[in-house]
């Protein structure tokens, strides 16, 4: 009896580290990156990488130098315009030039949404 409960164990841990694989991907195709209109003139393209495990949210992107970066956040995937919340601590990072990161926590049952802004310092 005592081999079964392990082995049921065993194969809802599997299940329960999938699952959170299967999360991790989704959000990250569900982050989006955009810049504003006049940097997109010979600039090339910053793309925001989301990752979450649990209440941990985890962002990355590659930098420019001359660049500065701004993490937008939103309740709402729709969300238009003045929707779109500068990320506290986030706001006008310089670019290195190499790959900049950012974290947030979300509480579980919560969902947000992301936007890299890109403009030229």
Known sequence: ML????????????????????L?????LQACATTSP??????????????RSGTDVKMSWNSQPGRSY???YSTRRDARGNEWLPLKGYVN??????????????PIGEEYFYRLRSTDK
């Open 70 to 72: 701004t993490i937008l």
């Open 24 to 28: 991790a991907i989704a959000l990250c």
């Open 38 to 51: 006049q940097s997109m003139q010979d600039k090339e393209r910053a793309s925001l990488i989301v990752v």
């Open 3 to 22: 081999t079964n409960k392990s082995s049921l164990k065993n194969r809802a841990s599997i299940c329960l580290l999938r699952l959170a694989s299967v």
């Open 93 to 106: 990072m310089r670019g290195t030039g190499g790959t900049m990161r950012a974290s947030q926590q979300v």
